[in-house]
């Protein structure tokens, strides 16, 4: 499985590479917002370009960076899709564009759903596209048609959503069980989809049923059991902010372990090292 770093802070970036296990990055304007406020709060100033150059150039050459669309209509997303891609890949030729799925964005009387309009056409125009804020397997059907190199399944914010069906509060990191919670005899459900994780798994098995080349970005990750069964249902790649990167290293009894190989060192094998 590929680990992309769903992050825009170049710190976090950078560390994470210098790891060895990061194949690439995602970013939202969630992302951007936190990470520029990252930056400010240390007094460090810059342009967005030069923001966006310098990540793009941390990032390398062939780790993907996922940089997103902020309009709704085609024209803005097909229009802004070009502009970041011109501006920005020849920096270190590793963008791809982020289009929502299906912005339902209502403006004049009009509601707009030109998500796969634009994948189409961005295909046509060679311009890679991550399809966003997918959250049920038919949208990622019908954006893997559409031409989209990735398909992104919010997993954590259907947990979220199954969650919220029921009034349960919760902490964003919390585990949402993988084969669902069962309430009053029944499994919690959206459309027959009963956590994240399963949804990110009916989109593996239609794409497979007909072998699709686009592949899954599982998105939207909240903790580090999470990835270990996203891995187990085979995603092709899971963008994971680096909070749960590091926990996904950590183990009690690798800490406990370390702390007593370091108390058992005798000083003639310390000796060595000298
Ligand atoms: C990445 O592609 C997504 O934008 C991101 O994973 C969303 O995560 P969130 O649901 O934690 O905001």
Redesign the pocket.
């Known amino acids: 499985m590929k680990i992309f770093i769903?992050s825009a802070n170049i710190d976090e970036i950078k560390e994470a590479i210098s790891w060895g296990i990061v194949d690439g990055v995602?970013t939202?304007p969630?992302?951007i917002k936190k990470a520029v406020e990252y930056f400010k709060n240390q007094g460090i100033s810059f342009t967005m370009e030069e923001y966006i150059e310098k990540l793009l150039k941390v990032a390398g050459k062939g780790r993907w960076v996922?940089l997103?669309v902020i309009g709704n209509t085609e024209d803005d997303m097909l229009g802004e899709a070009e502009t970041l891609f011109a501006k920005f890949n020849n920096i270190s030729n590793n963008v791809i564009i982020?289009i929502p799925v299906n912005p339902e964005i209502e403006e004049n009387g009009t509601k707009h759903f030109d998500g796969l309009k634009v994948i189409k056409k961005l295909k046509e125009k060679n311009i890679p596209v991550?399809c966003?804020l997918i959250m049920s397997s038919n949208q990622a059907l019908l954006a893997a048609k559409a031409g989209a190199k990735y398909v992104?399944p919010?997993a954590?914010?259907i947990d979220d959503f199954l969650r919220k069906k029921i009034g349960m509060t919760f902490e964003?990191e919390d585990y949402y069980p993988e084969e669902g919670l069962v309430i009053d005899e029944k499994v919690l459900n959206d459309d027959g989809i009963v956590s994240g994780v399963d949804l990110v798994a009916s989109i593996k098995e239609i794409l497979d049923n007909f072998n699709f080349d686009t592949e899954i970005?599982a998105?939207?990750?909240?903790n580090a059991r999470q990835v270990r069964e996203l891995a187990e249902v085979g995603v092709h790649i899971a963008?994971i902010?680096f909070s749960v990167i590091k926990d996904m290293v950590k183990h009690p009894k690798t800490f406990e372990g370390m702390i007593n190989f370091m108390k058992d060192t005798i000083p003639e094998y310390r000796e060595i090292f000298k």
Not at 219 to 222: D, E, G, K, L, T
């Open positions: 769903d995602t939202n969630s992302l996922s997103e982020k991550n966003t992104s919010f954590g914010r964003k970005i998105a939207s990750v909240r963008t902010p």
